[in-house]
Nanobody, 115 residues
């Protein structure tokens, strides 16, 4: 079955960095586009970053452009989100997602940006 497991979240000060990972199994990772999403308290879940199956094309929400970088290692079945210059408004639970016949989500990892 499809499994997505996020890791790497935590508490960081404004201006700091974190690197999230999403370990995938149960589907053909190298043939699947992937995405990162986040949900802050009281807000709807939003798309943060998207990456094609080869990693050759990426897209970002305007709010994270220039600060976040999505990448993937198809040999390791893992997607990453490098987050730099973090702001308090980046505080949220971050999820990875794949759409293969259905949408599958990981359990999420909490990112808190606070001094």
């Amino acid at each position: 079955q499809v499994q997505l497991v996020e890791s790497g979240g935590g508490l960081v000060q404004p201006g700091g960095s974190l690197r999230l990972s999403c370990a995938a199994s149960g589907f053909t990772f190298r043939m699947s586009a992937m995405s990162w999403h986040r949900q802050a308290p009281g807000k709807e879940r939003e798309l943060v970053a998207f990456i094609t199956s080869t990693g050759g094309s990426t897209n970002y929400a305007d709010s994270v452009k220039g600060r976040f970088t999505v990448s993937r290692d198809n040999a390791k079945n893992t997607m990453y989100l490098q987050m730099n210059s973090l702001k308090p408004e980046d505080t949220a639970v971050y999820y990875c997602k794949v759409a293969v016949s259905n949408d599958y989500w990981g359990q999420g990892t909490q990112v808190t940006v606070s001094s």
